[in-house]
T-cell receptor, first 113, second 112 residues
């Protein structure tokens, strides 16, 4: 299947700093990418749908000013967690939409101290 | 709203069959998926079934879909210790946005 990468795989940052996570589709172009958040031992929660060349669509309850999403090219979407706080610590997973399925990245574990 | 439910835990002995169940509420679902997640890793697509199918078999995996009851199951034959993981079902509806709704996940533990 198609390959989606995420960078970094792990990041530890201080409270108040911003962190950028990259999601790349390596062997296909994706006009739509998704960002999910997963709490320990919980399911994936869709945060937003990222559309190339346009604004992201955020799910209810997700702060768009807190979680900035940019999808500047057909192979790259970025999620920036601004002014991170310990409660933002989580596992963030992106996916890229293919013809019949979403292809998932390996995830980024964010720890905010 | 849309909701996808799974039982939280399942424990089986190595060599036995595992059956993981999932119920969903969106009758307009087009595709239904099963994903596997190992600790600290992303999601691995195991199989998917189109909503007009009743069954799909792929090696050790059998997916059964009861559209009337909105019930989906994944059967793993000859379960191995390497099958220990969390299994998520997910549905994709006709929303046009390709959004997935994930189930709560079933933690499968395979006992040697």
């Amino acid at each position: 299947g198609a390959v989606v990468s995420q960078h970094p795989s792990r990041v530890i940052c201080k409270s108040g700093t911003s962190v950028k996570i990259e999601c790349r589709s390596l062997d296909f172009q994706a006009t739509t990418m998704f960002w999910y958040r997963q709490f320990p031992k919980k399911s994936l929660m869709l945060m937003a749908t990222s559309n190339e060349g346009s604004k992201a669509t955020y799910e209810q309850g997700v702060e768009k000013d807190k979680f900035l999403i940019n999808h500047a090219s057909l192979t790259l979407s970025t999620l920036t967690v601004t002014s991170a706080h310990p409660e933002d610590s989580s596992f963030y997973i992106c996916s890229a939409q293919g013809p019949n399925e979403q292809f998932f990245g390996p995830g980024t574990r964010l720890t905010v101290l | 709203g849309e909701d996808v439910e799974q039982s939280l835990f399942l424990s089986v002995r190595e060599g036995d069959s595992s059956v993981i169940n999932c119920t969903y509420t969106d009758s307009s679902s087009t595709y239904l998926y099963w994903y596997k997640q190992e600790p600290g890793a992303g999601l691995q697509l195991l199989t998917y079934i189109f909503s007009n199918m009743d069954m799909k078999q792929d090696q050790r995996l059998t997916v059964l879909l009861n559209k009337k009851d909105k019930h989906l199951s994944l059967r793993i034959a000859d379960t191995q210790t390497g099958d220990s993981a969390i299994y998520f079902c997910a549905e994709r509806g006709f929303s046009g946005t390709y959004k997935y709704i994930f189930g709560t996940g079933t933690r499968l533990k395979v006992l040697a």
